[in-house]
């Protein structure tokens, strides 16, 4: 019996191109599943409340990633807690880049952040700002090329990273408190319009010399912080109080029977 080898090496490369193109087919088909899972599931822990995004970061915390999708507002008020298919979050997190050249002009951050990420407020046109004491790591490039004009760091802080505060228009600067892992080099350069650097008497660490820029340091002075104690009023004693109020009763009295 007469075989073509020609047929059947036809039929054999066939069938090994179909099961090519199958083990092909079923790859990609893997591949897509896994990446519309991923995007699923970053849908399912993102979400936006009042004009601003957020990803869930556990089940207590969420990272603010910026401005909603149509919200044009210069004036950003960051919540301490925000509410979302019925739980209630901390925001303790400004994320990577979240309000990156928007043009802000005012931001108020909430008292839960503790972490302003890398380039957050970056070229924005901020005039000033207030840090709350929740606040313990401020980021690379977080507040560079604005127009700050001055600065209070709260004692919380504990790491200022590379140029934070770069390109604004600082004169004086506030450390309230210990100097912690900060880059004194590049931290304000440039500010050339900065004059006046101080840190609370009894901090550690302290003084430090800043780069100002063009290699032209400031060197930190001390000043006194904290409340002012208000000086008690003098009071007198009750039983003296009851003397005088004798003395005053027989003088009436005697006035009385002189008339």
């Not at 000086?231 to 004693?237: E, F, G, L, R």
Request: hydrophobic letters at 40%.
């Amino acid at each position: 019996m007469y075989i073509d080898t020609d047929i059947q090496q036809n039929d054999y490369t066939e069938c090994n191109n179909n099961e090519g193109d199958t083990t092909m087919m079923r790859a990609l088909i893997t591949k897509t599943l896994f990446v519309l899972s991923i995007l699923l599931s970053a849908q399912a822990f993102a979400f936006d409340v009042d004009g601003l995004s957020y990803t869930i970061l556990n089940g207590t915390d969420v990272e603010v990633t910026g401005r909603a999708a149509g919200n044009t507002a210069t004036d950003i008020v960051i919540p301490d807690t925000v509410e979302d298919s019925g739980t209630t979050y901390s925001v303790t997190l400004i994320g990577f880049r979240a309000f990156y050249e928007d043009a802000l002009t005012s931001v108020t951050i909430g008292n839960s952040v503790t972490t302003i990420g890398e380039e957050s407020f970056y070229q924005n046109a901020l005039t000033s700002l207030i840090i709350p004491d929740s606040v313990t790591t401020i980021g690379v490039n977080v507040f560079r090329g604005n127009d700050l004009t001055s600065v209070t760091i709260p004692n919380s802080v504990t790491t200022i990273e590379d140029v934070a505060f770069a390109s604004n228009a600082l004169t004086s600067v506030a450390f309230e408190g210990n100097f912690g892992d900060f880059d004194s080099i590049t931290m304000f350069d440039p500010n050339p319009t900065l004059t006046t650097i101080t840190f609370c008497q009894g901090t550690a660490g302290w003084p430090q010399d800043f780069d100002k820029g063009g290699d032209i340091f400031i060197t930190a002075t001390s000043i006194a912080c904290g409340a002012v104690v208000s000086t008690p009023v003098p009071t007198s004693p009750l039983w003296l109080l009851g003397i005088m109020a004798g003395l005053l009763s027989l003088v009436g009295i005697r006035k009385l029977h002189k008339a």
